[in-house]
């Protein structure tokens, strides 16, 4: 199979396309054909060496956290999936990710993909909508009437953080670009404030949840905008400093792990047309290395790039 993989930190160029022998599902294991991966943040972090104290590399390394694909190979004890199954997953960090054309997962870790949602957009909405729901609803437990402020709106996790909340009968504000505000308000965001051109903390009150997907000084400022007793959370992202005593609020980072009941919630929503998957780019998966470019550079992205395998 091909696969991308590198053996030393660096910039996109060391990003290889390599062919490499096809893994074998063992005793309750799926083979999977990848059809396509979510290009996220923390895979060009961790490309770049920024994560190696929290998640050290064990070289080669192949990127990508998610994906979505077709089971081709059931190992032994898989009964409830077949061959051909759309299915979407995770994969774990630190060990072989899915910039490949074939992996293996367990059965467990595994969520049937709707049939109505591409693999494409089933790729863009995954992980990403996993980071969303964890933070909303696991964590916030938000509803009907809520007052929740998202930071990064544009961004993948943002984009769809504002359809569930929007969906959730929550008031939203959300803050972004100015050239991707008419975007986020098409989200469902009531009031999108321009980073780069107003001051949310000098706006907004009394709101009851922030979700901060961008850290430092935008993590400093939501505590003003949050009343008593309200819930900052955060993704990591820029580091945050905790002042959540001084303000009376609870501060919380959400801790994204494996969770194949949230990415179960998280495809029904899709499959529903609550939240639609927001697609970017696709890059075919020869030009990863492209697509580490585009992830790194400062042009405006609206929800998720893709690396289309199949
Ligand atoms: N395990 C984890 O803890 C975990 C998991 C997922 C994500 N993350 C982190 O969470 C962050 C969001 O993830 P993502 O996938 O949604 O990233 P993304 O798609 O790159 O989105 C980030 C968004 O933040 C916006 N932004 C930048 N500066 C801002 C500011 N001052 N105010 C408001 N918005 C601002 C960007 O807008 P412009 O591009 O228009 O400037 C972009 O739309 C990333 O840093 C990622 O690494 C952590």
């Not at 404030?193 to 009851?208: G, K, N, Q, V």
């Amino acid at each position: 199979m091909k696969a991308i993989e590198y053996r030393a930190y660096g910039e996109p160029d060391v990003l290889q396309f390599v062919e490499r022998p096809d893994p074998v599902p063992g005793p309750g294991e799926v083979l999977i054909q990848v059809h396509a991966v979510s290009l996220a943040p923390g895979d060009w972090k961790m490309r770049r060496g920024l994560l190696k104290d929290v998640f050290p590399a064990r070289f080669p390394v192949t990127p990508g956290r998610d994906g979505s694909g077709e089971i081709v190979v059931l190992g032994a004890g898989v009964t409830d999936f077949a061959p051909g199954d759309g299915v979407v997953f995770m994969t774990d960090r630190v060990t072989s990710g899915s910039y490949a054309e074939l992996i293996v997962r367990k059965r467990d870790a595994i969520v049937r993909k709707p049939a109505g949602v591409s693999h494409i957009e089933a790729a863009a909405a995954n992980h990403a909508g996993l980071c969303a729901w964890l933070g909303l609803v696991d964590a916030a437990r938000i509803g009907a009437g809520a007052r929740v402020l998202i930071h990064g709106a544009a961004g993948a996790v943002g984009s769809f953080a504002v359809q569930l909340a929007h969906h959730l009968g929550a008031k939203v504000a959300a803050t972004c670009r100015a050239g991707s505000v008419e975007y986020v308000a098409a989200l469902g965001a009531h009031t999108v404030i321009a980073y780069d051109r107003d001051d949310f903390a000098a706006i907004l009150r009394d709101y009851d949840v922030v979700y901060d997907l961008v850290g430092g000084a935008v993590h400093e400022r939501s505590y003003r905008v949050l009343k008593k007793g309200g819930l900052l959370l955060y993704l990591i992202a820029k580091p945050v400093v905790e002042r959540g005593a001084e303000y009376g609020v609870t501060v919380k980072r959400v801790a994204i792990e494996e969770r194949p009941d949230a990415i179960r919630a998280v495809m029904a929503l899709v499959a529903a047309g609550a939240v639609k998957a927001q697609v970017d780019r696709v890059f075919p998966l020869a030009e990863a290395a492209a697509a580490h470019r585009f992830l790194e550079s400062a042009e405006p992205r609206h929800g998720r790039c893709v690396l289309q395998i199949r």
